[in-house]
């Protein structure tokens, strides 16, 4: 493994050839002190595939539909009785639709914006769309984990705030609320993601082309820390 041309010192690529698939394997690497901070080599103690692994899948399923379900409900409740009442119209309707169509374009671009800050100048991003699923993709780029659960929690959080103080200031509260809760509804993936990150224990977490990997830095006699290991509940 080594630096990545045009990355910066917080930032490490594969030269050549990708780390083993599947859970528990181990590749050696390169001593990446003074590129992340990370002394040791690296093993590969977790990967996670959004697009097949099954398990992870109904993981998402179950949460996005607990967050549908609880914010729906609020909702509901609060129209009963009467807060925030609006005026529902076709163009209201329209509206809601591009709205919500925007929250889930704008959660990609600031998932870039973030890899781009946080890997490098050599950071190349690219964004498109798989099994229903938007992606924005940095593959190759490693990150130490803290890095990467800001990419992975930025548009959750930012797009999110975004789309409460624009409803709030063009007097659309409930269209806002509703365009919140369907917005949140899809980042169970990337809280998946920080949920194995702080499960793992483990020092740099790679982007991939179905997800992501995570690495723990074996001390200098070769062994991997205890904890560094994929303890993600199903």
């Known amino acids: 493994?080594?630096?990545?041309?045009?990355?910066?010192p917080r930032s490490v690529r594969f030269a050549a050839g990708a780390p083993p698939h599947g859970r528990g394997e181990c590749r050696p690497g390169a001593d990446v002190k003074g590129v992340t901070g990370v002394t040791g080599v690296l093993h590969l103690v977790c990967e996670l595939d959004v697009f097949h692994d099954?398990?992870?899948l109904q993981k998402m399923g179950v949460w996005s539909g607990a967050i549908l379900v609880a914010g729906i409900a609020a909702i509901?409740?609060?129209?009963a009785l009467g807060i925030a009442p609006e005026p529902l119209?076709?163009?209201?309707?329209?509206?809601?639709?591009?709205a919500t169509a925007a929250s889930f374009a704008i959660h990609e671009?600031?998932?870039?914006?973030?890899?781009?800050?946080?890997?490098?100048?050599?950071?190349?991003?690219?964004?498109?769309?798989?099994?229903?699923?938007?992606?924005?993709?940095?593959?190759?780029l490693m990150l130490p984990v803290r890095r990467f659960v800001v990419v992975l929690l930025a548009p959750a959080v930012?797009?999110?705030?975004?789309?409460?103080?624009?409803?709030?200031?063009a007097g659309l509260p409930l269209a806002a609320a509703i365009v919140f809760v369907l917005h949140l509804s899809g980042c169970v993936g990337d809280f998946?993601?920080?949920?194995?990150?702080?499960e793992s224990d483990?020092?740099?977490?790679?982007?991939?082309?179905?997800?992501?990997?995570?690495?723990?830095?074996?001390?200098?006699?070769?062994?991997?820390?205890?904890?560094?290991?994929?303890r993600m509940r199903r």
């Open 202 to 230: 483990a020092d740099l977490a790679e982007d991939t082309e179905t997800g992501m990997r995570l690495y723990a830095a074996a001390y200098a006699d070769g062994v991997v820390p205890a904890a560094a290991a994929c």
């Open 1 to 8: 493994m080594s630096e990545g041309e045009g990355t910066s």
């Open 109 to 140: 671009l600031v998932h870039g914006l973030f890899f781009w800050l946080l890997g490098g100048r050599g950071t190349r991003i690219r964004f498109g769309a798989r099994q229903g699923m938007l992606y924005t993709r940095a593959e190759g």
């Open 54 to 56: 099954v398990g992870l």
């Open 89 to 98: 119209s076709w163009a209201w309707f329209a509206g809601l639709v591009a």
């Open 76 to 79: 509901a409740f609060a129209a």
């Open 158 to 169: 930012l797009v999110s705030a975004a789309t409460v103080a624009v409803g709030w200031a």
């Open 192 to 198: 998946a993601f920080v949920q194995a990150i702080f």
